[in-house]
């Protein structure tokens, strides 16, 4: 798996659809993970935080608009981007789906090529870093296109990880990042790594940004991990 690779959790009880789904998002360059039903779902926003959620309205047990709910519910989930699947239509279901917090809603049969055109457009929006497009934290910039951070003007000199966590805290700002998950945006999931290394690239990050001077934008939360801002 190549590393800060974008994930897409695709909830659809249906396997011949899950497995269509998941072909053509990996042929796009995505991690995927897969969810048959609500609760499986849930467990699964949970512990791995995608990127993007494609989810299906109607699924055994907890339906997707229920699911979509509960995850907009949440502070820490709600900016994931959902793409709501449905067989439903008539504009009151469209309506219906979008007021429950779905970013985008798609009419069942659809056009597999739309459908990753769309996967990609929210990505752009979660994840603009994967797009090459400049992220901006009051004094810091980041451009991922040339790989260059400056500090109030001052270019800062990163080395490949350190960069690749200071692109995932710009990209949500005061959201807090458990070890766990540093480790699986930053390093991926199938390389071990203790969870004592994202301390000390950390400690490098920190370091770096406050070369210049100015106070440390990094947030050590206790028990939970870290955030910027």
Avoid at 98 to 117: F, Q, R, W
């Amino acid at each position: 798996m190549a590393v800060d690779q974008p994930t897409v959790l695709v909830i659809e009880d249906e396997l011949a659809q899950r497995e269509v789904l998941s072909y053509n998002l990996e042929a796009e360059g995505f991690r995927v993970i897969k969810a048959a039903d609500g609760d499986e779902a849930l467990l699964q926003v949970e512990e791995q935080a995608p990127d993007v959620i494609v989810l299906d309205w109607m699924l055994p047990g907890v339906s997707g608009i229920e699911v979509c709910r509960r995850i907009k519910m949440r502070p820490e989930l709600r900016r994931i981007p959902v793409i709501m699947l449905s067989a439903r239509s008539e504009e009151v279901d469209r309506v219906r789906g979008l007021e429950t917090g779905a970013d985008d809603y798609v009419v069942k049969p659809y056009s597999v090529i739309e459908l990753m055109a769309r996967v990609r457009t929210q990505l752009r929006r979660a994840r603009p870093s994967t797009v090459g497009e400049r992220l901006e934290f009051d004094d810091i910039v980041l451009d991922s296109e040339t790989h260059r951070v400056t500090r109030g003007g001052q270019d800062l000199k990163l080395g490949p990880t350190e960069f690749r966590l200071l692109s995932t805290f710009m990209e949500k700002p005061g959201r807090v990042w458990s070890r766990e998950q540093l480790l699986d945006r930053v390093w991926g999931r199938d390389i071990y790594v203790d969870t004592r290394t994202v301390d000390v690239h950390i400690g490098r990050l920190r370091k770096a940004l406050c070369k210049h001077g100015g106070d440390d934008p990094l947030r050590t939360v206790r028990g939970a991990g870290y955030a910027l801002g």
